[in-house]
């Protein structure tokens, strides 16, 4: 924890980051080199994905080789086509209803090619479910294991105490038996 240099990030959202990198970094760490090639496809073509993001951390933090990451980010691009058209054709319908007073969903619906949801709904939806559900998925695990660790930790405390009395006891009878066994022998010393 560098409170210095992470004072403009709240504590939380480091420790989601944590969470996120260092699954994504086992997860990239533990696959075949085609599995790798799949990360960076759904990274590229995934919803809710900032492509900032997802180069700097591809680049900087997974350790993918160039090739796969090559062989991952090419077809992605090329797969990218049906998530831009629709931004595009949102940002298009946005203007032109301002302009025209007329209905957003009129203008982007009006000669809209079925072509590009079909591809929306193959390509880039299961990538998104692919991406941000280990997302969700590791975000639930760390938060059962934060709160199995409290528990756990509260029984180990009992059964720490538990043994701490047991080892006490045990002293006391080692030292119950040396003083005991040291009394024996004064008695012999005096009686002699």
Sequence with gaps: DNQKGHRW???????AARVIDGGWRDFIRNCSPLKKSMVVYAFTCSY??????????????????????????????????PKLYILMRVLHSGT????FGADFTSFFLQDFPVGIAVAVFLINAPATL???????AWGLNS??????LSRRKAKRRESDLDSNHWELSASHATLARQITHDAANVTRISVI
């Design 9 to 15: 990030m709240p504590h939380d959202l480091q420790r």
């Design 48 to 81: 809710w994905t900032d492509d900032l993001i997802q180069t700097f951390w591809l680049a900087t933090r997974s350790r993918i080789e160039f090739k796969y990451y090559l062989f991952g980010y090419l077809p992605g691009l090329a797969a990218e086509y």
């Design 96 to 99: 032109n209803a301002v302009g």
């Design 130 to 136: 692919f991406l941000h559900g280990h997302h969700v």
């Design 143 to 148: 938060l059962i294991q934060c709160l199995g």
